[in-house]
């Protein structure tokens, strides 16, 4: 430990993901808010004694503050989040996952992943992101219809997938992308299948059309996912008489949800602004706004890449599960929760 000096960013990572203020932090380790804001910000270096109660109280090895690392934002602001998110609560969701894609990439690195992720502009579509859902839908060469499991199809392109506890329903998923690496997509696990589809296809939009921030990249993101999932030309036929009962209906072919099969209604046309709102408000008095039926549900969509890349570490490169925590920096309870439920065949980088 000696002669290497922390990472005061790391610092911030470990705090934010306990979901632990300075203030809080102070009264764990009886040390002024004003040391802690000093070391956090690098203009103090902290003591030895520091460390090691920081690690304690946090609950990660004190290599774990040696390690280089910044914490990145989403690729879009958490769509769909609302204003009742506590900040404590976005910044423990989002350092978590910052963590777990340094610890992602860690695991990549003696693994080769076919990618097959397009960046497509929207000036080269008519400004019309359900061109390039299309586009995308013709490169994947994806047959007519509903689309069989969108978990599997971004994970074949190349796209990391994680099912997380965000503790909170206020946020459905989001993107981030570290040092122009692999894409990693963190989903609410707690949601029904329906709307991790939608969610996974919305990030995708954000992926492949999106490079800098905008006021319009939410719509423009939500314009594709329904495009994608639900093509326009191909489901139109389908909904010359909106119903509830339709909806019903439509929902296991098409694979989204009556909410989404109503917009899109809307979208093409096949419904006024009267009808639509007759409809929603003829759900909301049902509760589907918040629970569609339940014998509706679509079959789990569950990931797979990251378990095969965890089994290449387990079962051919023969770590151990105290070799892997060493090696991801985190505890035997960190990585039981994160990662061992999900412990098969990707070749290693010769």
């Keep these: 430990m000696k002669g290497i000096t922390p990472n005061p960013r790391m610092m911030i990572l470990a705090r934010e993901s306990r979901g632990v203020t300075q203030n809080e932090l102070k009264d764990r380790l009886g040390v002024s808010q004003f040391l802690i804001s000093k070391i956090e910000q690098g203009i103090r270096k902290p003591s030895e004694g520091y460390l090691k109660g920081l690690s304690q109280c946090l609950r990660y090895p004190e290599s774990f503050f040696l390690e280089p690392g910044y914490k990145y934002p989403p690729v879009s602001p958490f769509h769909r989040k609302k204003k ?156 010359n008489d909106i119903s509830i009962g339709t909806l019903a209906n439509l929902k296991p072919y098409w694979k989204a949800s009556m909410g989404a099969i109503l917009m899109k209604a809307s979208d093409l046309g096949k419904i006024d602004y009267n009808q639509k709102r007759y409809l929603w408000a003829k759900m909301r008095k049902l509760g589907y706004m918040d629970r569609e039926p339940a014998q509706l549900d679509l079959p789990p969509e569950s ?19 105290s070799e892997m925590c060493k090696f991801l920096l985190i505890y035997e309870d960190d990585f039981q929760e994160w990662y061992l439920p999900k412990l098969t065949k990707l070749r290693i980088v010769k």
């Design 84 to 239: 009742a998110l506590p900040k404590k609560l976005q910044d423990m969701i989002e350092a978590t996952a910052n963590i777990r894609s340094m610890q992602i990439l860690k695991l990549l690195e003696p693994v080769e992943i076919d990618t097959d992720i397009v960046h497509l502009d929207l000036d080269d579509y008519d400004n019309n992101p359900r061109h390039i859902a299309g586009a995308i839908r013709a490169h994947w060469r994806l047959p007519h219809g509903p689309i069989e499991n969108v978990t599997k199809l971004m994970e074949d392109s190349g796209i990391i997938v994680v099912f997380a506890d965000f503790r909170t329903s206020l946020v459905d998923g989001f993107t981030l992308i570290i040092d122009n690496a692999h894409p990693i997509v963190f989903v609410n696990r707690d949601f029904p299948t329906d709307r991790i589809r939608f969610t996974l296809s919305h990030e995708l939009g954000h992926i492949i059309m999106h490079t800098f921030l905008t006021s319009t990249m939410e719509e423009e993101a939500n314009l594709f996912a329904s495009e994608f999932l639900m093509p326009g030309k191909e489901i139109s036929p389908y909904l």
């Design 303 to 321: 990931p797979s890449l990251l378990q095969e890349i965890l089994n290449l570490h387990v079962d051919h490169l023969r770590y151990s599960v």
